[in-house]
C-alpha cells in the first residue's frame, strides 16, 4: 500500500493507489498545516477503511511535517491530532511514514502535486480559520499591514522627492544591508537618501555659507544629493565605469541601495 499527501500553500491533496483528495484550506493556513493535514488525512482513510495487519507507506515530501511528528514534544493541536490518527492506525497494522524529494518523478507525488495545482481554482466557501492560525500568519498579516500603512503615509507625505526615489516603501534587504554597515557607512548613505549630507547646496541652505553651490564636479550645476546620483549625463564619465549599470533605475535598485551609493562616494572622492 503506498499513500502520499502533498500541498500547496491553502490547499493540500492526498493520493492513495485506489483514492484521492484535495481540498482548499482558507487564506490563513500555512504550507506547514497542509503538510501535516495530507498525513492525517492519508492515515484516516486507511483507519477509515479498517485496515487490518497491512504495511501502511504515507510518503510526504515534507521534511518539517515529519520532523514535527517524531518531536518528543508536539504543542500544535494538528500534529498532536496527526500523531494520534497515526498511533490508532499503528494498533493494527504497521505504519511507516517516509519522506520522499518533491517533484522527483514519484508517481503518487507527482499525481498529488497535480492536484494541488489545481486546487487553487477551488474557491474555499467555509468559515475561516479551517484548521487553526498558525502563529507565522498572524505575523505576516501584522507585518503587511504595517509594511502598507507606512508605504501609504511615506506615499502621501509632501516634499522628499529624492528619498521617495530612492526608497519607495520599507524594504527588509536594505535594512539588513544598512545594519551591516559601519556607522560612518550609515550616516553616509541616509545623509544622501534625506540630502543631510555636507554637499555645497545643503550646506548652504542650512547657514554654512559655502564660496560657490556650484558642483566641484562638472560646474553646471547646483550640488546637491539628488545631482551627484541621478546626473547621469553631466557625470557619467566619471561614474559610469564605477556603477557599470546604463541607467539610474538599474543602478540604485531600492532592494540594493547603500553598495551603489557607497562606490558611487567613494570612487567619486566625494567625503575624502
Ligand atoms: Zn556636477
Redesign the pocket.
Known amino acids: 500500500m503506498s499513500k502520499n499527501g502533498v500541498k500547496t500553500q491553502k490547499k493540500f491533496s492526498a493520493v492513495h493507489s485506489s483514492w484521492s483528495h484535495s481540498a482548499p484550506l482558507g487564506e490563513y493556513a500555512s504550507v506547514f498545516q497542509a503538510e501535516v493535514l495530507a498525513i492525517r488525512v492519508c492515515a484516516g482513510e486507511s483507519l477509515r477503511r479498517e485496515h487490518r495487519g497491512v504495511h501502511v507507506r504515507i510518503l510526504s515530501d515534507s521534511q518539517a511535517a515529519i520532523k514535527a511528528l517524531a518531536a518528543s514534544s508536539i504543542n500544535s493541536k494538528l500534529v498532536w491530532d496527526c500523531f494520534q490518527t497515526l498511533c490508532f492506525l499503528s494498533q493494527h497494522n504497521r505504519v511507516s511514514l517516509e519522506w520522499v524529494v518533491g517533484h522527483s518523478g514519484v508517481m503518487g507525488n507527482e499525481k498529488a502535486d497535480a492536484m494541488a495545482r489545481r486546487g487553487s481554482l477551488t474557491l474555499f466557501i467555509r468559515p475561516e480559520p479551517d484548521i487553526g492560525t498558525p502563529k507565522s500568519s498572524f505575523r505576516a498579516t501584522i507585518n503587511r499591514w504595517v509594511t502598507d500603512e507606512t508605504t501609504s503615509r511615506w506615499s502621501s507625505l509632501r516634499g522628499h522627492a529624492l528619498s521617495k526615489r530612492m526608497v519607495a516603501k520599507p524594504n527588509p534587504s536594505t535594512t539588513e544591508e544598512l545594519l551591516s554597515l559601519s556607522r560612518k557607512e550609515v550616516r553616509l548613505v541616509v545623509g544622501l537618501v534625506t540630502c543631510f549630507t555636507p554637499l555645497r547646496f545643503h550646506l548652504n541652505r542650512i547657514g554654512v555659507n559655502q564660496n560657490t553651490t ?10 546637491k544629493a539628488c ?2 546620483i541621478f ?1 547621469f549625463e ?2 557619467s564619465n566619471r561614474k559610469f565605469h564605477l556603477l557599470m549599470s546604463p541607467t539610474p533605475m538599474e543602478a540604485f535598485p531600492s532592494t540594493n541601495l547603500a553598495t551603489p551609493l557607497l562606490g558611487l562616494t567613494k570612487g567619486l572622492g566625494l567625503f575624502d
Open positions: 556650484l558642483c566641484r564636479l562638472c560646474g553646471e550645476a547646483e550640488e545631482h551627484i546626473d553631466m557625470l
